[in-house]
T-cell receptor
Framework: AQKVTQAQTEISVVEKEDVTLDCVYE???????LFWYKQPPSGELVFLIR??????QNEISGRYSWNFQKSTSSFNFTITASQVVDSAVYFC???????????FGKGTRLSVIA | NAGVTQTPKFRVLKTGQSMTLLCAQD?????MYWYRQDPGMGLRLIHY???????AKGEVPDGYNVSRLKKQNFLLGLESAAPSQTSVYFC????????????????FGPGTRLLVL
């Protein structure tokens, strides 16, 4: 069965620190997609990134980077030089070809303190 | 292009009352979803639809009904509201035929906060 685990429930960092949010997934499928979503205090869910199982290249977008490692079934998200605006709940999600809906982790609440 | 919209934004119900939450999308998406979000529970799928006229149960379907009479709309109904249904409800949609590789990405509405007293 598909499963997404975000072991870190809450993280607090001081502004400008780097922080990594962990995501571990389980699937028996060889074709799957992994996602990260951001939910800021305003409440909406914002799509950040999608990565497919055949592309293990790491992705960098500004201060955000994602490390996909199939060997450890992980898709970790790093924020470099964190800012107060990064404070949010971050969700990791999995889709595989045997299952239409996404499977979400329970989320990690990140608080960045000025 | 409004994306995914939800009506209403906030509602207070008394136990036993009924209501319908409306979700609309203008992205020509085939799939639509209803989730609820509760503290510490993450997002839990209530029902979903893979096309006009179809619906399927998710993880927590009890106490809810849905209908997808038009492709762009997905309605979530509570026939007899209970305090346990106090939650934030999110609608999402995905899959535009012809956009390769995009079908799995879900786009969310702003949410509806429901309080059942």
């Amino acid at each position: 069965a598909q499963k997404v685990t975000q072991a870190q429930t809450e993280i607090s960092v001081v502004e400008k620190e780097d922080v990594t949010l962990d995501c571990v997934y389980e699937t028996r499928d060889t074709t799957y997609y992994l996602f990260w979503y951001k939910q800021p205090p305003s409440g909406e869910l914002v799509f950040l990134i999608r990565r497919n199982s055949f592309d293990e290249q790491n992705e960098i977008s500004g201060r955000y980077s994602w490390n996909f490692q199939k060997s450890t079934s992980s898709f970790n998200f790093t924020i470099t030089a964190s800012q107060v605006v990064d404070s949010a709940v971050y969700f990791c999600a999995l889709w595989d070809s045997g299952n239409t809906p996404l499977v979400f982790g329970k989320g990690t609440r990140l608080s960045v303190i000025a | 292009n409004a994306g995914v919209t939800q009506t209403p934004k906030f509602r207070v119900l008394k136990t036993g009352q009924s209501m319908t939450l409306l979700c609309a999308q203008d992205m020509n998406h085939e799939y639509m979803y209803w989730y609820r979000q509760d503290p510490g529970m993450g997002l839990r799928l209530i029902h979903y639809s893979v096309g006009e006229g179809t619906t399927a149960k998710g993880e927590v379907p009890d106490g809810y009904n849905v209908s997808r009479l038009k492709k762009q709309n997905f309605l979530l109904g509570l026939e007899s509201a209970a305090p346990s249904q106090t939650s934030v409800y999110f609608c999402a949609s995905s899959y535009s035929p012809g956009l390769a590789g995009e079908q799995e990405t879900q786009y969310f509405g702003p949410g509806t906060r429901l309080l059942v007293l």
